[in-house]
C-alpha cells in the first residue's frame, strides 16, 4: 500500500522539517487543524465542523454554484491581496493553508447588518426558495471586491457558475445592475427621466403611459449605499504568517490518504518517481468529481501549490510559456492583455483559447482550474486541447532524471484519458505559440447550454498561406467529442494543402471529412449523426471566416455572398434588459395595506445571509446518524440475494435496513398502494430502494451502502413508451373525454392532417435535493423535519409503514429549497425510510440524497407521445381534433392518472373546437415513477395542441398566429368537459401582448432578416394559455388554517401550504394584515406542522394561495369579529390595547379558519361537472434568432402578458411568471434526460443535465400583468399563478419551429414537420436540412444499439 510506503516521510513531520499543521482563517477567525483530513472538502467542514450551513450543497460537482465562497490569497511577489470565488464542494480542505475563507455568514447578518449585495438580492426580489442565494451572493461579492464599478458584463461572467431554478434570473441582474456601470448611474434617482433600473423608456416605446401602471418593483434609491472601503479586512495576522512562512513542506494524512504539498519541484519531482500512482492535484475539479461520483480512492496526492516553476507565466521568443499549475483565469488575464499589447497577426491563437475559456466552465471553476489539469485529464471533449493541438503548443514534461518537451499533437493522447507521460512525470509547463502574419485560427465549442456546459464537439482550426496568395501552405483541424481523444482531421488536412481556399476547396474538405470523422452510431454520447454534421458545418465556418480575412487583407479570393455573412459572426451575449408591468393599488389605498403591493418575499433577507435555516441545516442532534439508500441497478430484475456482511463490518456502520425492519406495512403509494418503501423479492427500476446503511457519518454510510452487495436474476425491461404501445402495458383507466360528434366534424372540414409528437420528461432540480431528520421520542412518537410540499401525506405514510397511529407522527416544514410538484409525492420515498431506520436503532436518523441519487431516485415530469388527427376549414376554423396521448408512468401510479386527466382537461388550449376526442394511455414502463411537476400535464396537453395549430398554418401557408387568433376561445364557449366559460380574458391577453410586442412590425422585420441571412434564420411565434384551477381530486380543494392571537398583539399565524420558495407565506401574511387590519410585522409564521393544522392537501395545483387564503381569511374574520366589540368600545385604542382588553373579558383569541372551493366535481364517465373553479389565462410572443450550422439559437425577445387577477403581490406574481416561463424554456429547448436502452438514466447531475442559465434569459423580456381582471372566485379578487404561466415558454420552442421553416425553405422544403421537445441544439440542426446535413445519412435505426433511447 503506498501510504504505508510514505510513513518513513512522515517521520520527517517530526523531525520538523514538514509541517502537518494546516492554518486558514475562516471570515476573520484563525483555525490551526492538525488533522486535516484529505478526503474533506471545506463545505463538508464549513457545515458539519464549524456549523456555518449558509453556504449550501446543491450537487457537489462544482455545477450549481450554492457552495460558493471567496477565498482570499496574499501574495508576496506582488504585496496584492487576490480575491476569487470557489466552490466549497470541490475544494479540498488541505488546499487552504494560508488562505482566508469568506463565507456568506462572514459578510452581514439581519441581526447585525447587511451588505449590499445581500440587501440588494433581496428587495429586488431575487430569493425566492433562497437556497441557490448565498452561492449568488459570494460571487458577486467576490466580483465587487475585486472591481468595485463592474459592467454588466462582468456580472454575467461572475454568474456563469451560479444556477437558480425559481427566479428566472431577471430579478437578481436587476437587483445587481445596480452595482455596475450601467445601472448605478443614478442608483435609481434618475427615474424622472427615464432610468436604467425601471426601463421607463423602454415602456413608452410600446404603451402609452398609464397612471394606474407601475413599472418598479423596488426603490434602488432605499439600497444602503456600496462602500467598498468598508469591507472586511485581509486578516493582519495571515500576512504576517505568509511574510513569515519558512519554505516548508505539508503533509496531512488519514487512515487512507496522505496529501503533500511539496515545497519544491525537486520534492515534487522525488514524490512522484517515489509514489508513481501518487495524483497531482491542483483545482480538483476532475480529481474531486472521480472520487465523489466515481468511487476513485488516490492514496497519495501531490499539491504543486507551493512549486514556482509550476506557476509561473513567462514569455518567450516563440509564445507565452504557463505553468501548468496557472489556473485558467490567470491564463485568461495573461492572454487578454497579450491581445491588447500585441500586433493582431501574433494573437490569432490567444484570441481562440480566450474564445474557449469564455465559455469554459464557470468562474468559480475557472478561478481554480489548471490549464496542466485540463491537459492532463486528457478529456475527449476538453475545451482547451484542440486549440493546444491545432496550435501546436509546446509542452514541458519532466521526471526526478530530467526534461523533455514535446509537442501537442495526435501521439500525444495514447487512449480514453491517457496521454504520452510516463508514470513518474509531470507536467511542468506549456508554450502557447504566437501566430505569424497569413495564418488564421479559429475555435469553436458546441455544447447544449451555452454557458458552463461540456461540448458536444469542439473544434479548432489552423491554417497558413503561402504570403499573400490564397494557397495553402498548412492546414491543422483538430476536433474534441469525435473520437476517445482529441484528434487531428489528418487526411482531410494533408488533401488540402497546395489548394486554393475556394469553393472547390471547401467541397472536397467537407466530402472528406465526412468520411474521415465517422462515430460507431451507438457512440458514448448519442447525437452521431448531429456530431458528424458538426465537424463539416463547423469547417463552414471557419473557410467563410477565413476568406473574410483573406479579403481583409487584400487577397483576391472567391467573394462572398453577404447572406452568409451571419455564419462567422463570434456569439456574445447581449446584456439583458426587462420590463415589468403591474397594476397600481386604487388611489387611496392605506400605506400600511400591503395588498397588491410588491412587499418582498419575507424570508429573503435571511436566505441572503444564510441564516435562513433548511432542512438539513438543522443542528446535528447528539447520537445522529447518517443514512445512504442501497438503490438497484436494474431496471426489472428478480432479488436472488442481498449481502450486506462486507458492508456491516465498514468504519462507522451502525445497521442496514432492509423491508425485514418494517415494523408496519410495506405497501406505499400517495394515490395507489401499488409500491413498496423497500424493494421485496423484485425491482421494477434502476434507483428503485432495496435497502440502507446507517452509519456515523455520510461518508461512511455512502462507502458501506456501496459495498452491499445484491444479486439479481434480470427479466426484460420496458423502457419507452413505444415500447410500452408494443406490449400493451398501461395502468388503469385509460381516459377518454370527448365532446361534439367527431365523424361529423371530420366530414365538415375542408382539409385534414395528421401528425406526432414526442415531448422529453423533465428533472425537478430544486436546488436542495431531498431531506428527511426522524427523530423519534417516547410513546412510538416521531418527529420528522421533511423538506416536503406534503406534510399530511408524509405523516399518514409514514406512520402505516411504523404501524402506529398518525397522531404519533409529526411532519414539520419549515422551508424548502424549491419543490416544484418534486417534492408532493416522491418525497415519502425517502422519509419513510429515513424513519425506518430512525425507529429500528431509536437514534435520529438524517439522509440528504445527494444530487445524483436525487435524480435517480425520485423521477420527474412525465415524458409524452401524441398523435392527432385534426380537420379544418380554409379559413384555419379547426372543427375536429382526434388526439391521443401516451405518457411514460414508470414504475408505479403515483399520480400518473390525474396528470394524465390535467393533460386531458387542456388538449384543447385556448382554443374553441366543435368536435374533439382525447384518449390518454398511461404507460407502465421499468423507469422510476414520475411526477407531479409544474403544470401536472397540462403542458404536455398543450404542447400536442399547440403542434396541431401549427400545422395547420404551416399546411394553409397562412400565418399561426392568424390561425391560433381564429381558434381562440370566447367568452361562454364550452370546453370538451362541458364547462361554460365566464370571465374569458384570453383574447384580451391576445391583443396586449401583439401590441407590446409590436408584433406586426416585427414579423416584418424577421422576414427580411430571414431574406438576408442564409446560415441564421429568426422565427416569431405567439401563443396563448388557459389553464384550469382546482385540484382535479375535488376532496383536495380544503384548506385549514390556525390563527393565534398573544396578549402582546403579535399573531402567529398557520396554515395548510407549505413554503417551497414562492412566497405562500408572505402572502398569507398579506391576507391576515388585510383582515386583521394590521401591520405585518406584528404576523409571524414559523412553520408548517402537522400538529397544528391537520389533513393539509399538498401544496400543489397552483391552489394554495386561493384555498389557504382562504382559509386564513375565515380565521381572521372569526377573531375580528371576537375584538369588534373591543374596538367599537375603544376606537382610539391601539391593536395591542384592543387585544389586552379581549383577554381579560376571556375571550378566545384563537381561531380556526377552514375553506372549501364550492361546486366544483367533475365525472369523466358522464363527462359532467365543473371541473374547474376558474381559469386564468395568458400570452406570450417571442423572438429567436437560430444558427442553423450549429443548431444553437438566441432567446432574443419575450413578451408576456398574464391573468394574475387583482394582483395579491406584484413582485411575487412575476416572480412565478419569470419564474414559470424559464422553467418551461428548459423543458421546450434545453432539458434533456438521457435513459440507455437498458433504463439506466445517464444524466444524474448538472454536469450532464442542463437547466436554464443566466444566459438563456431573453434578451428583452417584457412581463405585464393584465389590468381590470378581478377574478371573484378566489381570495381579494386575485388568481393562482404557479403554474399557469409555465407554458408561455412554448412560444420559444414556436419560435424555433418558424425559423427552422425559413432554414428549410432553403433548401426547397415547405409544409409540416416534426419536431420533439425539447428543441434542443442537436434537433434544430438536424431539422435545418442543407447541403452538409446531405453528406451525413442517417444510421439504419435498428441496426445498432443506441447510447440512450427516447423515453
Ligand atoms: C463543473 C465543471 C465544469 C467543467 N467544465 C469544463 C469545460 O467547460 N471544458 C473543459 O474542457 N473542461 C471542463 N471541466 C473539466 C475540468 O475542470 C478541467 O479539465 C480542469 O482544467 C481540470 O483542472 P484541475 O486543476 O482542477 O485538475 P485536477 O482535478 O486537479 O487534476 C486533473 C488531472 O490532471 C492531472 N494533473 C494535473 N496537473 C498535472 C501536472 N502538472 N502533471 C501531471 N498531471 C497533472 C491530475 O493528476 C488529474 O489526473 C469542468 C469540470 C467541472 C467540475
Ligand atoms: S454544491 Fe458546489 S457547485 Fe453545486
Ligand atoms: S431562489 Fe434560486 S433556486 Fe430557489
Avoid at 393539509?1096 to 380565521?1115: E, H
Amino acid at each position: 500500500m503506498e501510504r504505508r510506503e510514505t510513513v518513513g516521510d512522515l517521520n520527517r513531520i517530526q523531525a520538523g522539517s514538514i509541517s502537518d499543521q494546516l492554518i486558514f482563517f475562516v471570515n476573520g477567525k484563525k483555525i490551526v487543524e492538525s488533522n486535516a483530513d484529505p478526503e474533506m472538502t471545506l463545505l463538508t467542514y464549513l457545515r458539519r465542523r464549524l456549523g456555518l450551513t449558509g453556504t449550501k450543497l446543491g450537487c457537489a460537482e462544482g455545477g450549481c454554484g450554492a457552495c460558493t465562497v471567496m477565498l482570499s490569497k496574499y501574495q508576496t511577489h506582488t504585496q496584492e491581496l487576490l480575491h476569487y470565488a470557489v466552490n466549497a464542494c470541490l475544494a479540498p480542505l488541505c488546499s487552504l493553508h494560508l488562505v482566508a475563507v469568506t463565507t456568506v455568514e462572514g459578510i452581514g447578518s439581519v441581526a447585525r447588518k447587511l451588505h449590499p449585495v445581500q440587501e440588494r438580492i433581496a428587495k429586488a426580489h431575487g430569493s425566492q426558495c433562497g437556497f441557490c442565494t448565498p452561492g449568488i451572493v459570494m460571487s458577486m461579492y467576490a466580483l465587487l471586491r475585486n472591481n468595485p464599478t463592474p459592467r454588466m458584463a462582468d456580472v454575467e461572467d461572475a454568474f456563469q457558475g451560479n444556477l437558480c431554478r425559481c427566479t428566472g434570473y431577471r430579478p437578481i441582474l436587476e437587483g445587481y445592475k445596480t452595482f455596475t456601470v450601467e445601472g448605478g448611474c443614478c442608483g435609481g434617482r434618475g427615474r424622472e427621466s427615464g432610468c436604467c433600473l425601471t426601463n421607463e423608456n423602454a415602456v413608452k416605446e410600446t404603451v402609452e403611459e398609464d397612471v394606474s401602471e407601475a413599472t418598479s418593483l423596488f426603490q434602488a434609491a432605499d439600497f444602503a449605499p456600496f462602500d467598498p472601503t468598508q469591507e472586511v479586512i485581509f486578516p493582519p495576522e495571515l500576512i504576517s504568517l505568509i511574510k513569515g512562512q519558512k519554505s516548508r513542506s505539508l503533509c496531512f494524512y488519514s487512515d487512507r490518504v496522505v496529501w503533500w504539498q511539496p515545497d519544491s519541484l525537486e520534492e515534487l519531482l522525488h514524490l512522484k518517481w517515489k509514489h508513481p500512482n501518487a495524483k497531482v492535484v491542483v483545482g480538483n475539479t476532475e480529481v474531486g468529481i472521480e472520487v465523489k461520483f466515481k468511487n476513485m480512492l488516490y492514496p497519495v496526492i501531490l499539491a504543486p501549490n507551493f512549486i514556482p516553476e509550476l506557476n509561473t507565466v513567462d514569455h518567450t521568443e516563440a509564445g507565452i510559456t504557463f505553468g501548468a499549475a496557472c489556473t485558467l483565469s490567470q491564463m485568461g488575464a495573461v492572454l487578454r492583455q497579450a491581445v491588447q499589447t500585441l500586433p493582431p497577426h501574433q494573437t490569432e491563437v490567444f484570441i481562440a483559447v480566450l474564445e474557449q475559456l469564455r465559455w469554459f466552465a464557470g468562474r468559480q471553476i475557472r478561478n481554480v482550474a489548471a490549464v496542466g489539469g485540463n491537459i492532463m485529464t486528457a478529456s475527449p471533449i476538453s475545451d482547451l486541447n484542440p486549440v493546444f493541438m491545432a496550435a501546436g503548443c509546446r509542452l514541458t514534461l519532466m521526471d526526478r532524471d530530467g526534461s523533455r518537451v514535446v509537442q501537442m499533437d495526435d501521439h500525444f493522447f495514447t487512449g480514453y484519458r491517457k496521454t504520452a507521460l510516463s508514470s513518474q512525470e509531470i507536467l511542468v509547463s506549456v508554450e502557447i505559440p504566437y501566430s505569424k502574419k497569413a495564418q488564421f485560427f479559429s475555435a469553436f465549442k458546441q455544447s447544449p447550454r451555452r454557458e458552463d456546459d461540456i461540448s458536444i464537439v469542439t473544434a479548432a482550426m489552423n491554417v497558413t498561406f503561402t504570403p499573400g496568395t490564397d494557397m495553402v501552405e498548412d492546414l491543422r483541424l483538430s476536433y474534441g467529442g469525435m473520437a476517445a481523444t482529441t484528434v487531428l482531421a489528418k487526411r482531410t488536412a494533408d488533401s488540402l494543402l497546395g489548394r486554393q481556399w475556394g469553393e472547390e476547396l471547401l467541397q472536397d474538405a467537407c466530402s472528406s471529412l465526412a468520411e474521415e470523422m465517422t462515430l460507431d452510431p451507438s457512440a458514448p454520447g448519442g447525437m452521431v449523426t448531429y456530431r458528424r454534421t458538426l465537424t463539416l458545418s463547423l469547417f463552414y465556418k471557419f473557410y467563410l471566416t477565413v476568406l473574410q480575412k483573406l479579403t481583409e487583407q487584400g487577397v483576391c479570393v472567391e467573394e462572398i455572398s453577404s447572406d452568409c455573412l451571419s455564419a462567422t459572426e463570434i456569439y456574445h451575449p447581449e446584456t439583458p434588459s426587462s420590463v415589468q408591468i403591474y397594476q397600481a393599488v386604487p388611489e387611496g389605498q392605506s400605506q400600511d395595506d400591503v395588498l397588491g403591493r410588491p412587499l418582498m418575499h419575507l424570508s429573503a433577507l435571511k436566505q441572503t445571509t444564510g441564516e435562513a435555516v433548511y432542512c438539513d441545516d438543522v443542528p446535528l442532534y447528539e447520537n445522529e446518524l447518517y443514512l445512504a439508500p442501497v438503490t438497484s441497478s436494474k431496471a426489472h430484475a428478480r432479488i436472488l440475494s442481498i449481502d450486506a456482511s462486507v458492508a456491516e463490518c465498514m468504519p462507522g456502520v451502525v445497521s442496514c435496513v432492509f423491508a425485514e425492519d418494517i415494523p408496519g406495512s410495506n405497501a406505499t403509494g400517495v394515490a395507489v398502494c401499488d409500491e413498496t418503501v423497500l424493494a421485496d423479492g423484485e425491482v421494477t427500476c434502476v434507483g428503485h430502494i432495496i435497502g440502507a446503511v446507517v452509519a456515523d457519518t455520510q461518508l461512511h454510510a455512502q462507502r458501506a451502502a456501496k459495498a452491499v452487495r445484491i444479486q439479481y436474476e434480470e427479466l426484460p425491461p420496458i423502457v419507452t413508451i413505444q415500447e410500452a404501445i408494443a406490449a400493451q402495458s398501461f395502468y388503469q383507466p385509460i381516459r377518454t373525454m370527448q365532446k361534439g360528434d367527431l365523424e361529423d366534424g371530420f366530414k365538415q372540414a375542408d382539409h385534414m392532417l395528421e401528425g406526432e409528437m414526442h415531448m422529453g420528461g423533465q428533472e425537478h432540480f430544486y436546488l436542495e435535493t431531498n431531506v428527511t431528520l426522524a427523530v423519534p421520542k417516547e410513546d412510538d412518537e416521531m418527529e420528522l423535519f421533511v423538506s416536503t410540499q406534503a406534510a399530511t401525506k408524509t405523516q399518514v405514510l409514514v406512520a402505516k409503514v411504523l404501524g402506529v397511529p398518525a397522531n404519533r407522527i409529526l411532519v414539520r416544514v419549515k422551508r424548502m429549497g424549491g419543490g416544484f410538484g418534486g417534492k408532493e409525492s416522491r418525497t415519502t420515498l425517502l422519509s419513510t425510510v429515513v424513519a425506518i431506520a430512525a425507529n429500528k436503532l431509536k437514534r435520529p436518523v438524517r439522509c440528504m440524497l445527494d444530487r445524483d441519487e436525487d435524480m435517480l431516485i425520485t423521477g420527474g415530469r412525465h415524458p409524452f407521445y401524441g398523435k392527432y388527427k385534426v380537420g379544418f376549414s380554409s379559413s384555419g376554423k379547426v372543427v375536429a381534433v382526434d388526439v391521443t396521448y401516451y405518457s411514460n408512468a414508470g414504475n408505479s401510479m403515483d399520480l400518473s392518472l390525474s396528470i394524465m386527466e390535467r393533460a386531458l382537461f387542456h388538449m384543447e388550449n385556448s382554443y374553441s373546437v366543435a368536435n374533439i376526442r382525447g384518449r390518454g394511455i398511461i404507460c407502465r414502463t421499468n423507469l422510476p415513477s414520475n411526477t407531479a411537476f409544474r403544470g401536472f400535464g397540462g403542458p404536455q396537453g398543450m404542447m400536442v395542441s399547440e403542434n396541431w395549430i401549427n400545422d395547420v398554418a404551416h399546411s394553409l401557408g397562412k400565418s399561426a398566429e392568424e390561425v391560433r387568433r381564429v381558434n381562440l376561445y370566447m367568452q361562454g364557449e364550452v370546453t370538451p368537459y362541458n364547462q361554460i366559460l365566464e370571465n374569458v380574458t384570453v383574447d384580451r391577453c391576445w391583443d396586449e401582448c401583439l401590441s407590446r410586442s409590436r408584433y406586426q412590425e416585427r414579423q416584418a422585420a424577421v422576414d427580411q432578416y430571414n431574406r438576408q441571412n442564409r446560415w441564421t434564420k429568426r422565427g416569431l411565434a405567439i401563443v396563448p394559455t388557459k389553464f384550469g384551477i382546482c385540484f382535479t381530486a375535488t376532496f383536495l380543494n380544503q384548506a385549514g388554517a390556525l390563527v393565534h392571537i398573544y396578549t402582546d398583539g403579535s399573531v402567529l399565524l398557520t396554515h395548510g401550504g407549505t413554503e417551497m420558495g414562492q412566497g405562500l407565506h408572505t402572502k398569507m401574511v398579506q391576507v391576515a394584515s388585510r383582515v386583521l387590519g394590521i401591520p405585518c410585522s406584528k404576523i409571524h409564521i414559523s412553520e408548517t406542522s402537522t400538529n397544528t393544522v391537520p389533513n393539509t392537501s399538498p401544496t400543489a395545483a397552483s391552489a394554495s394561495s386561493d384555498l389557504n387564503g382562504a382559509a386564513v381569511q375565515n380565521a381572521c374574520e372569526i377573531l375580528v369579529k371576537r375584538l369588534e366589540s373591543y374596538r367599537t368600545k375603544n376606537p382610539k385604542g391601539s391593536w395591542e390595547d384592543c387585544v389586552k382588553a379581549a383577554y381579560f373579558d376571556r375571550v378566545n383569541l384563537s381561531a380556526n379558519g377552514f375553506y372549501k372551493i364550492p361546486d366544483v366535481g367533475y365525472d369523466f364517465e358522464t363527462n359532467s361537472g365543473r371541473a374547474f373553479n376558474y381559469f386564468c389565462y395568458g400570452v406570450a410572443c417571442s423572438e429567436v434568432e437560430v444558427d442553423c450550422l450549429t443548431g444553437a439559437h438566441k432567446n432574443l425577445s419575450t413578451t408576456i402578458v398574464m391573468d394574475v387577477g387583482n394582483s395579491l403581490n406584484p413582485a411575487i406574481d412575476i416572480g412565478q411568471v419569470e419564474g414559470g416561463f424559464m422553467q418551461g424554456l428548459g423543458l421546450f429547448t434545453l432539458e434533456e434526460l438521457h435513459y440507455s436502452p437498458r433504463g439506466v438514466l445517464l444524466t444524474r447531475g448538472p454536469g450532464s443535465y442542463k437547466i436554464p442559465a443566466f444566459g438563456d434569459i431573453p434578451s428583452n423580456l417584457t412581463v405585464s400583468l393584465l389590468r381590470d381582471s378581478s377574478n371573484q372566485k378566489a381570495i381579494f379578487a386575485s388568481k393562482a399563478v404557479g403554474e399557469p404561466p409555465f407554458f408561455l415558454a412554448s412560444s420559444i420552442f414556436f419560435a424555433i419551429k418558424d425559423a427552422i421553416s425559413a432554414a428549410r425553405a432553403e433548401s426547397g422544403l415547405s409544409g409540416p414537420f416534426r419536431l420533439d421537445s425539447p428543441a434542443s441544439a442537436e434537433r434544430i440542426r438536424n431539422a435545418c436540412s442543407d447541403r452538409f446535413t446531405k453528406l451525413v445519412p442517417l444510421a439504419e435505426p435498428g441496426s445498432f444499439t443506441p447510447w440512450s433511447v427516447q423515453v
